[in-house]
């Protein structure tokens, strides 16, 4: 008894420790003033002005608009360089799978800064173009990542016996390697998704005048006072990725007893 | 199957808005100005105010690619790059005669811009662009000390103020070299333009005494620390000063001698394709109803007559806002410095901010040389285990 109250004590302590921040700044959202640190009244009106703001609302679409097209790109390269290093050898898939994780220990102003080079390199003058391709180019090794291992898990023997049985190689791929795959997929793409609209360091060198994301506007706005309307921009970006969990959890777990149903009958 | 399909389908989607965007963003762009300013420097419709850039497009049907900077080294170092097509920028006093030095700002043609009459004629001439010929004033401002006279009974007269050992502890102070640096300069009657490194090591000398006594460096916390009278005093620029003046009445503002006044002032970079319609966006943020929005929205002065006129009148008769001609004259501008001084300058502050009067300055490299042997050694005495099993 009472080691389980250490062990719900250590767990409280631990939730609170990780949402603590986001409780501060979700209520701070309904505050009335403009301070950080006091609370004078409860109010609405930060929402309705960040619907006014013409300067953050373009930053959010662009962002989105970045992070979901750089992801889609992203996962299907990604998925189809899997597969392609699956099917590899041993030592050249070992050399694949470090040159393709390398990118993801190199730090991102590394990253970023080669970017940026190499644009001016190449005389390419920086905007939404060079963001999204940066975008890609730095997504591409999570999907690679999350993929992989999917691959490793599936049957060795499934590919042979579905073309034993007639498909030729595009029809594997799509009707035996695919749903094979699809979970590494798509959590590959969430967590693409999720560095894409975080990332800031590779948009600070790639972005142009075109292209200014969310992370970018709001560090313009920190040389005078960050205004309250990021408190509830941020909240709402919270309550989207809290609903989609909600949501992708609650479509699992019923898949999960369907599946369960169906092998118990 | 099914999943197969989804994807496909993505697929498809994703080529589909990828074509749009890209294709969208290249039809904006032969219709379009790039504008880099300060974050939250111009109206935005957020306040119920004019939609600058909004207008702008609905006025002319030019789209305006409207991003932000945060300070004027990072949009300097952008620009450098040579990788980034803006047509308009809004830098500071001292940054744009660095960038006329370096060739990076075209000359204006002013034919584009008849609305410049409407500046106020105490701005022209000024040292950054003696000639006027490179920029137009969009916002400025003072330095001053604001202060809480509720809590310090007696008069404030300047930077002295910051030195006081009574208000130890409850002393705020600027977060970078360039505006620290000037403050100490003035209190000891230099020049902040100066080029006598005599001068500067005395004032880094005085920041260092200072640190004692300063509570924290800050630049943005200050709204929530003064408002809140955590801290006392501190230097701080005059339109910021107001914002925190209207939350809380005990503070006051008060102008050093020969403190600095600072300038923002739109330009026209030499690599714009469009220098026509950067000037004419120019001469639209010198209208007078759009100068009244940034004003309002941004909290800083208007050099802008016709705006000032405009204003509320008690913006408009507050001498912190719009100090009198008199005062003026007094200030000093921030001037290009050699790059040297300003290396010297920032060597010193990295200095004054590291170094801790309790802690050596050997505390982190013997720590690091520590932990270095360590890991060594317990890898070492790890192989010798690993040979003796053999």
Not at chain 1, 240 to 253: G, K, M, N, W
Not at chain 2, 88 to 100: E, G, L, Q, R, T
Not at chain 2, 217 to 224: A, G, K, N, T
Request: glycine share 6%.
């Amino acid at each position: 008894m009472r080691r389980k109250f250490g062990a719900t004590l250590y767990i409280g302590l631990f939730l609170l420790f990780l949402y603590i921040p986001i409780a501060v700044l979700v209520a701070f959202s309904f505050n009335e003033s403009k301070s950080r640190s006091y609370w004078t009244g409860f109010t609405f009106a930060w929402y309705n002005k960040l619907l006014h703001n013409h300067e953050i609302l373009r930053a959010a679409f662009n962002t989105l608009v970045v992070a979901v097209v750089a992801s889609f790109a992203a996962t299907v390269i990604g998925t189809v360089s899997a597969v392609g290093v699956h099917f590899l050898d041993k030592r050249l898939k070992r050399l694949m799978t470090l040159l393709t994780n390398l990118p993801i220990v190199n730090p991102e102003i590394v990253t970023g800064v080669s970017l940026m080079l190499l644009f001016t390199f190449l005389k390419v003058k920086v905007g939404f173009e060079t963001l999204l391709l940066a975008h890609i180019i730095f997504n591409i090794p999570y999907i690679v990542f999350s993929v992989l291992p999917k691959l490793a898990q599936m049957d060795k023997y499934l590919c042979d016996a579905a073309m034993d049985l007639g498909c030729n190689w595009w029809q594997v791929f799509f009707k035996v390697i695919l749903p094979e795959v699809s979970p590494g997929i798509m959590s590959g793409f969430l967590m693409a998704l999720a560095f894409s609209v975080d990332d800031f360091v590779i948009s600070y060198f790639t972005g142009g005048p075109t292209s200014q994301t969310l992370p970018l506007t709001i560090f313009a706005m920190t040389r005078r006072k960050v205004s309250p309307e990021i408190n509830a921009l941020s909240t709402i970006v919270f309550v989207v990725a809290l609903t989609i969990i909600f949501v992708v959890q609650f479509y699992e777990s019923r898949k999960n007893k369907h599946l369960l149903r169906r092998n118990g009958s | 199957m099914l999943a197969a399909l989804a994807i496909v389908s993505a697929l498809c989607v994703g080529i589909c808005v990828f074509k749009n965007e890209s294709h969208g963003s290249l039809e904006k762009q032969r219709r379009s100005i790039n504008v880099f300013n300060w974050g939250e420097f111009m109206s935005n419709g957020s306040d119920g105010l004019l939609n600058v850039n909004q207008e702008f497009e609905r006025l002319t049907g030019i789209h305006v690619n409207y991003t932000t900077f945060s300070s004027n080294e990072e949009m300097y170092a952008k620009i450098k790059s040579g990788s980034v097509l803006y047509d308009v920028v809004i830098p500071s006093d001292y940054m744009i005669a660095k960038m006329v030095s370096e060739g990076l700002l075209a000359k204006l043609n002013f034919d584009n811009i008849p609305n410049v009459k409407n500046i106020m004629p105490n701005l022209k001439g000024m040292v950054y662009d003696p000639q006027g010929e490179y920029s137009v004033p969009y916002a400025w401002g003072v330095v001053g000390v604001v202060y809480n006279s509720q809590q310090i009974n007696k008069p404030v007269g300047g930077f002295d103020a910051l030195w006081d050992e009574e208000l130890s502890g409850d002393i705020l102070m600027f977060l970078n070299s360039r505006d620290a640096f000037s403050v100490a300069l003035k209190k000891l009657g230099f020049s902040f333009n100066t080029d006598d490194k005599n001068e500067i090591l005395l004032a880094a000398k005085e920041l260092r005494r200072q640190k004692k006594l300063v509570q924290a460096y800050v630049m943005d916390e200050i709204f929530d620390k003064m408002q809140s009278a955590e801290a006392l005093i501190a230097p701080y620029y005059s339109g910021d000063a107001l914002v925190m003046m209207r939350d809380n009445q005990n503070l006051r503002f008060v102008f050093p001698k020969g403190t600095n006044r600072f300038i923002d002032a739109a330009c026209v970079l030499e690599t714009s394709e469009k220098k026509e319609v950067a000037e004419q966006y120019i001469n639209f943020l010198c209208e007078p109803r759009v100068a009244l929005a940034n004003a309002l929205s941004g909290g800083y002065s208007t050099p802008n007559q016709q705006a000032f006129e405009m204003l509320p009148a008690e913006i408009r008769n507050s001498q912190i806002a719009y100090p009198s001609d008199d005062m003026l004259q007094t200030t000093e501008c921030y001037c290009f410095k050699p790059a040297e001084i300003g290396e010297l300058m920032d060597a010193l502050w990295i200095e004054i901010m590291v170094a801790d009067e309790d802690n050596s300055i050997w505390v982190m490299p013997v720590f690091i040389v520590v932990c270095i042997t360590t890991t060594i050694s317990i890898g070492i005495a790890r192989m010798r285990g690993r040979k003796q099993r053999r």
